[in-house]
Every structure is written in structure tokens, then in C-alpha cells.
């Protein structure tokens, strides 16, 4: 059976197992925002191994956290199985659009442009007094299957549960898209496009594709936050600064397996409340100084750490092909 595939069973299985019986509550509301923000971070992953980074993917993130609050403030809908996959198809139907334009550029244009788009939302929310403007609006309670709870502990819980879930159904799926023929493509469009074109696969497509299932990934990430933090503004779900807290997360995590976002995320979450903590004025030093550091000396992100000290990872192997390499 898929090394990887174990790995992650086992991983998300053990995060569950500590947050029901182990984990205080602070802990485990500290990993259910790290793993949301995972979930961009793994759509993320799949266009850096493309060549491709964004810098606007709070656009979809925004999108998603906002499909969840309006569909409980204005239609009354809490059902998580509803609002959940809304936020991610929202963000999708988005991303498929946008992605005619965006599939044409890339480098820093791509970025950028990603960038403007999210910056538009912005906008368009700080002057809707509708959606509460600056301030946004509270998420409504969440329900289960009809089922709602006001105990803030089972609702933790809950929320918990469903991240380990999602997170583990996520990263599968991604591990599964990479090793296909499609996701074969993506470190074939980042060395030569031309050789792809000659071997009749159309990259704009290829590319179009990556595009709107990152989008996806971080319209359900923005989902899963919105619930989690129980409200939602401009400036913690579209503002440009999500957007640099994924792309520092897709570094921090390196793009060497779909494990690294989740490991990623939650240090990310980590070192920045302790930060803060230490020194509350100055903590971004901190936090920028450990971005250097990992430029610096672990150019593959902390998953080449975990390669090294597990065996698992060849010097020559670029990093797009350690997860290869480890199975």
C-alpha cells in the first residue's frame, strides 16, 4: 500500500485521537485554524510545483468564508453540509472564470494578477455596508445533520473532527491528482511548456486546471475558518496579508509532500501566538526572521527536514520528486 497514503491515515487518525481525549481546547482551536489555512496552502503546493506562486489567493479564501456566513445570515442555511461544499464550488465557479485570463500569464504577472483580483473583492466588501462593511458580521451556529449545539466545547469538537476529516480526504485526493497522467504534468509544465505542447497536452489547460482546484482548496479553507472564528471582516479573510500568511506557510512547509502544508501551518500557527506572547509589539520580527532562515538553510521547507531525519530524501532529487522518492 501508498507509503504516503499510511502516513497520512495514521497522522490524521493520531491529531483526532489526541484532540477527543488529550489536547485542552486552546490546542486544538489552535490546529483547526492551522489545518484550514492548510487547505489553501495544499492548493498552493500543486501551483508552486507548476512554477506558478499566487499572491491573491485570499480572493477564494474571502470568497469561501463569506459564501458561509451569508448562506446562514441571509438564507438561513447552517447545515454544514451544505455551506461547506458551497464554499468551495463558489470559489471553484470563480476560479474557472478568472482562470481564462490568468492561465495566460506567469512569473511575477501571475502573481500580481491574482493579487489585483483579491484587492477587488477587498474593495468591494470595505464599501458594502450590506455585508458589514470593515466590521463584517458574525457566522451564524453550524448545524450537523439538522443538529446545532451552543456548547462552545462540543462545538470545538465538532469543527475538530471535521478538519481531520477534510484535511485527510484533501491531501489524498491531491497525493492521488499528482501521480496521475494530469498530475504527472505539473513539474513537466514548470521545466519545459514547449515539450508538453509537443506532446499534445495543452498547458494553458493544464494550467487552468491546477488553478481551479487550488481555488476550491481555498474556498473550503475559508469555509472552515469562517465557522471556526465565528465571523468574518475584509481584513482577516480578503486583505492581501492572508494572502503573503499562505504563501509564508507554502515556504515555511515546502512543497516536497501534501503532509508539508498541515505540518507547516500548525508551526506557523505556533511560532506566531508565541511570538506575540513574548514580545506582542515586535513579534513579526520573529516571524520574518524564521522565513529567512528557512529561505536561507532549508530551501525545501521543514518537510526536507523530516525527509533527512526519516531516510527518505535523495540530494539530487529535486524537490517536486521527494514524495516520489519516498514511497
Known amino acids: 500500500m501508498d507509503r504516503t497514503v499510511i502516513g497520512l491515515t495514521v497522522g490524521f487518525a493520531l491529531v483526532a485521537l489526541l484532540g477527543v481525549f488529550v489536547l485542552p481546547d486552546w490546542l486544538m482551536s489552535q490546529i483547526l485554524i492551522a489545518f484550514s489555512r492548510a487547505l489553501a496552502v495544499l492548493g498552493l503546493l500543486v501551483l508552486w510545483r507548476t512554477g506558478l506562486i499566487s499572491f491573491g489567493h485570499a480572493l477564494y479564501f474571502g470568497l469561501g468564508a463569506y459564501t458561509v456566513a451569508m448562506l446562514g445570515k441571509d438564507l438561513g442555511i447552517t447545515e454544514v453540509l451544505i455551506t461547506l461544499p458551497a464554499a468551495g464550488l463558489v470559489a471553484a465557479l470563480v476560479g474557472f472564470a478568472l482562470g481564462f485570463i490568468i492561465r495566460k500569464y506567469r512569473e511575477i504577472f501571475f502573481a500580481m494578477l491574482n493579487l489585483a483580483f483579491s484587492m477587488v473583492l477587498f474593495g468591494i466588501l470595505v464599501k458594502t455596508e450590506a455585508l458589514g462593511s470593515t466590521d463584517g458580521f458574525s457566522v451564524e451556529q453550524p448545524t450537523l445533520f439538522g443538529i446545532g449545539t451552543d456548547d462552545s466545547t462540543t462545538k470545538l469538537t465538532a469543527l475538530f473532527l471535521g478538519i481531520c476529516v477534510i484535511g485527510w480526504l484533501a491531501a489524498i485526493f491531491v497525493h492521488r491528482y499528482l501521480r496521475s497522467i494530469l498530475g504527472n504534468l505539473t513539474t513537466a509544465v514548470r521545466d519545459n511548456e514547449i515539450r508538453v505542447e509537443y506532446l ?33 471582516d475584509p481584513e482577516s479573510m480578503v486583505n492581501w496579508t492572508v494572502s503573503g500568511e499562505l504563501v509564508f506557510v507554502t515556504v515555511l512547509a515546502g512543497p516536497g509532500s501534501v503532509a508539508a502544508p498541515f505540518i507547516g501551518s500548525l508551526v506557523f500557527e505556533l511560532l506566531r501566538t508565541y511570538a506575540f506572547e513574548l514580545v506582542p509589539y515586535a513579534w513579526q520580527l520573529i516571524v520574518g526572521g524564521t522565513l529567512l532562515a528557512v529561505i536561507f538553510f532549508l530551501p525545501g521547507g521543514l518537510w526536507s527536514v523530516i525527509s533527512k531525519l526519516g531516510g527518505r530524501s535523495r540530494p539530487s532529487d529535486p524537490p517536486a520528486n521527494r514524495e516520489e522518492a519516498g514511497r
Open 200 to 232: 499534445g497536452y495543452s498547458v494553458a489547460e493544464a494550467i487552468h486546471g491546477k488553478y481551479v482546484m487550488s481555488a476550491a482548496l481555498a474556498g473550503l479553507a475559508g469555509g472552515f475558518m469562517a465557522l471556526a472564528l465565528g465571523q468574518v
